[in-house]
T-cell receptor, first 117, second 114 residues
Framework: SAVISQKPSRDICQRGTSLTIQCQVD?????MFWYRQQPGQSLTLIAT?????????ESGFVIDKFPISRPNLTFSTLTVSNMSPEDSSIYLC??????????????FGPGTRLLVL | GENVEQHPSTLSVQEGDSAVIKCTYS??????FPWYKQELGKRPQLIID?????GEKKDQRIAVTLNKTAKHFSLHITETQPEDSAVYFC?????????????FGTGTRLQVTL
């Protein structure tokens, strides 16, 4: 299966600042997604990162707050802008499909643990 | 849009017993149902998945069953072991074209006690 990495693995940031999270896959994938997971909660989709076009955001998430880049089929970034303590969460990228797997199957990166003070 | 409900929210079983987690979905267009296991501090990992043209799928001690008519699917873990302790998430994928995306349940915290 593919190797999915995220940088940074964790960070502590001051409110009002921005953090860019990177997601790298070792093989080309069609779909890349960004999720947020609050402590003890389920996975909430932020947006679908589209290669060559603007990301598709879910209700409640906007581009100004969570700008996303997808320059190629193996890499994406999510920026959390003008952070507040409410942005403290785990941010996960997911990718798919992988060769030999269902088209709908997604695999997750290790996550970025963000604490905003 | 799709709505996935998951029960129970917590489940405690003794080692060796079976565990069953149930999910219901709302969108009849959903045709793919994965289950993820998330250990503390780790990423969600896909453990089994099923498509709507199949009623049951088994992989060693885990199995998933699907009832399309009732719009529910279940995860069955037999002969539970302490390493099965984790949070389990079900999800549904409605095949509605380019806007399709996974919708996750709220999660079940499984505790396997010795």
């Amino acid at each position: 299966s593919a190797v999915i990495s995220q940088k940074p693995s964790r960070d502590i940031c001051q409110r009002g600042t921005s953090l860019t999270i990177q997601c790298q896959v070792d093989s080309q994938v069609t779909m890349m997604f960004w999720y947020r997971q609050q402590p003890g909660q389920s996975l909430t989709l932020i947006a679908t990162a589209n290669q060559g076009s603007e990301a598709t955001y879910e209700s409640g998430f906007v581009i100004d707050k969570f700008p996303i880049s997808r320059p190629n089929l193996t890499f994406s970034t999510l920026t959390v802008s003008n952070m507040s303590p409410e942005d403290s969460s785990i941010y996960l990228c997911s990718v798919g499909p992988l060769t030999g797997k269902y088209q709908e199957t997604q695999y997750f990166g290790p996550g970025t643990r963000l604490l905003v003070l | 849009g799709e709505n996935v409900e998951q029960h129970p929210s917590t489940l405690s079983v003794q080692e060796g017993d079976s565990a069953v987690i149930k999910c219901t979905y709302s969108d009849s267009a959903s045709n793919y149902f994965p289950w993820y296991k998330q250990e503390l501090g780790k990423r969600p990992q896909l453990i089994i998945d099923i498509r709507s043209n199949v009623g049951e799928k088994k992989d060693q001690r885990i199995a998933v069953t699907l009832n399309k008519t009732a719009k529910h699917f279940s995860l069955h873990i037999t002969e539970t072991q302490p390493e099965d302790s984790a949070v389990y998430f079900c999800a549904a994928f409605p095949n509605t074209g380019t806007a399709s995306k996974l919708t996750f349940g709220t999660g079940t915290r499984l505790q396997v006690t010795l």
